[in-house]
């Protein structure tokens, strides 16, 4: 992941929040849920800077914020800030991402726990921040272990059928 240049960080804080988050929710990878698929999601994961739909939405909050910071792209107020995680993320860009670690087909429970998708939160945050991420992405092993559990591997118990 790149750091984008400012001059297009601050041309997209130009527009509107409210006309950024409906391009956000008009972009084609964007039009299911992330996690299960539902079409037209309402609700974003801002962190992760994916798009979800109601139900996820709920199991997103079980996870706490730092996991999955859950907001509603038609009822909750969205700053400039919380509004980049969409414009830089995207369920492609975050689906592409976890492909490198075979996490795509797991369950939300596994795959948002997992030091890639720590990675991948702290990436996208350093986008948003502006500043240089100090950390290397981890390796295809470590990645898939659980951040509760280190050292503990997804299993395919896990795994959504």
Known sequence: MCIRDRSTWDKK????????????????????CFD??????????????????????GI??????????VRSLTMDTW???????????GNKKFSDFL???NLKGYT????YKTKA????????????DRQALDTSPPNLEEGVQTIEEPG????????AN
């Open 36 to 57: 299960c698929g539902q079409e037209h999601p309402q609700w974003a994961s801002v962190n992760n800077g994916v798009l979800i739909c109601f139900t996820c939405s």
């Open 108 to 111: 939300a429970q596994t795959k």
């Open 60 to 69: 997103h909050r079980n996870f706490g914020i730092a996991v999955s910071f």
């Open 13 to 32: 804080m130009e527009v509107p929040i409210e006309k950024q988050i409906q391009q956000v929710m008009e972009n084609p990878f964007n039009n299911k």
């Open 99 to 101: 492909d490198n670690y």
């Open 117 to 128: 998708a720590a990675y991948y939160r702290q990436s996208l945050k350093a986008i948003v």
């Open 152 to 159: 503990k591997p997804v299993n395919d118990a896990q795994h």
């Open 79 to 89: 700053s400039d800030k919380q509004v980049l995680y969409l414009l830089n993320g």
